[in-house]
């Protein structure tokens, strides 16, 4: 293999003419940057153009480079160091593995530095980053983490609400300590903290605008809708999802078996890349938050922290990206609520999402991109100008669509019922956002209510008296007190 191959099979490479004895920092460096980051390959006998020179004594420069690591990389990494021979020249290639006791620093100047890769140089880790190292190489997680707080300190109304919905199951105090989001002291974690109403941690916020245009700047206004969540990340995925399906449209088309709906971003496509923005963020990164970005043509997530093993998405096979999750403790919790797959499958199924609808077209396929510090996902609008009779239907996908037919009749039959009924738009409102929820099979009650709406006990207890007096809701067993379902008629 010659050493132009080499350098184009490595993702991370770095470059000498010569051995520096009297400068080791000069590479040092690298060797550091490269055992924190995903490993790497430092080459002897490059020059900056590329150019390949060769060594003068590569045995020799070998045995010091082996000796200069041990005395100025704490700890040593693991490496592979060998002498590359090409057209009567010597070159010596160092491989770097990524390391398991981060943070590797170079020692010397009389101060230890550890390095981290940016692009094509290495250079000297923040506060934030050396923090993910050491959690690294503890092989910790920051969810997992105790945080100031215990359980009687916070209220986690939201998250009992929403897991008694999703599993039909109360959550009970044990299940804090067995879901990791507590310790047999009461004392939560940063995973349990994030997840009760009013999170005392700043970063659990959530950024939504709806812009004008294209762009962040139009130049006639900036933004149509503007809105920044705060509270628990149950609260911020119901919030966040909330605001695209109400800056977003869904167009309808008939077909021979009725109507098909086309949304210009499929829902579940949307609703996965803002469950995996939120739970797989860094939040050791505080300065920054989630945000949700609507153009006229796409909508951007951006979540921060790049992949947690330091990989850049965008040279990686989405459809064969191993689950490795930054916040085990959330990831989990979200999975038994059925927010999330336990086998990381995100990529594959915001993809699946698009190929399946009726407007998909190849040129709109979902874009991921990553730096070491940031996350992007680009889904891209399906009726962006394209009148709605050119856009073409897939006939392999019309049965796809076709199987929502039913849910969406029942919907609108709803609709028609609930708009025959003598009662004010409020109630009227409140009624068709509890069908949304629960439909004909979930289970609510007062508790519920007062959750969605912010309503106080007596309103809610109205308005489920209003609704059993309209024969929309009947009592039901076997649930705990006071609940009921939607009847259908």
């Known amino acids: 293999m010659k050493i132009a191959d080499f350098i184009g099979e490595v993702t991370e490479y770095d470059k000498k003419e010569r051995l520096e004895e009297r400068k080791p920092k000069s590479w040092l460096k690298s060797v550091s940057a490269f055992a924190n980051g995903v490993g790497g390959a430092l080459i002897f006998g490059v020059a900056d153009d590329d150019t390949p020179v060769g060594l003068a004594n590569a045995r020799a420069d070998s045995e010091k480079i082996s000796e200069t690591i041990k005395a100025r990389i704490d700890p040593v990494p693991e490496v592979i160091l060998s002498i590359h021979a090409e057209e009567s020249k010597q070159f010596i290639v160092l491989q770097i593995k990524r390391g398991n006791e981060t943070r590797y620093y170079y020692v010397g100047d009389g101060s230890m530095t550890a390095y981290i890769r940016i692009g094509n140089e290495s250079v000297p880790a923040n506060a934030a980053v050396l923090r993910r190292l050491v959690l690294h190489g503890s092989g910790k997680h920051y969810d997992a983490l105790p945080s100031r707080y215990k359980i009687e300190d916070l209220a986690f109304t939201k998250l009992r609400s929403v897991y008694r919905m999703r599993t039909g199951k109360e959550l009970e105090e044990s299940d804090f300590i067995s879901f990791g989001l507590a310790n047999e002291d009461g004392v939560l974690t940063n995973g349990g903290a994030l997840l009760s109403d009013d999170p005392p941690l700043r970063h659990s916020r959530l950024f939504c605008t709806r812009w004008f245009g294209l762009d962040k700047a139009s130049g006639i206004m900036d933004a149509i809708d503007d809105k920044e969540f705060e509270g628990s990340l149950v609260s911020l995925l119901q919030d966040g999802d909330a605001f695209v399906k109400t800056n977003t449209k869904k167009r309808w088309k008939k077909t021979g078996h009725g109507r098909v709906e086309m949304p210009e971003y499929p829902e579940q496509a949307v609703f996965e890349s803002i469950v995996n923005a939120l739970i797989h963020r860094d939040y050791l990164e505080t300065g920054s938050e989630v945000h949700i970005d609507i153009f006229d043509d796409r909508l951007e997530i951006y979540s921060p922290g790049g992949m947690y093993d330091g990989s850049l998405v965008q040279e990686l096979d989405t459809n064969m990206v191993p689950s490795r999750r930054r916040n085990p403790v959330i990831a989990d919790v979200f999975s038994r609520m059925h927010y999330m797959e336990r086998r990381g499958s995100g990529f594959r199924k915001i993809k699946a999402d698009y190929h399946n609808a009726v407007n998909f077209r190849p040129e709109l396929e979902p874009k991921f991109s990553s730096t070491p510090t940031s996350f992007f996902v680009t889904l891209y609008n399906l009726n962006y100008n394209v009148p709605i009779a050119a856009i073409p239907i897939k006939v392999g996908n019309v049965a796809v669509e076709n199987s929502k037919v039913a849910v969406d009749e029942e919907k609108v039959a709803f609709e028609r019922r609930l708009s025959s009924i003598t009662a004010n738009a409020p109630t009227k409102n409140k009624t068709m956002l509890l069908f949304d929820v629960y439909g004909y099979d979930g289970v609510f ?45």
């Open 445 to 489: 009650g007062r508790a519920e209510i007062m959750q969605m709406f912010g309503m106080a006990s007596s309103s809610a207890g109205k308005l489920l008296i209003k609704l059993k007096e309209l024969y929309f809701i009947e009592p039901v067993s076997g649930h705990g007190k006071g609940k009921y379902r939607f009847v259908a008629k």
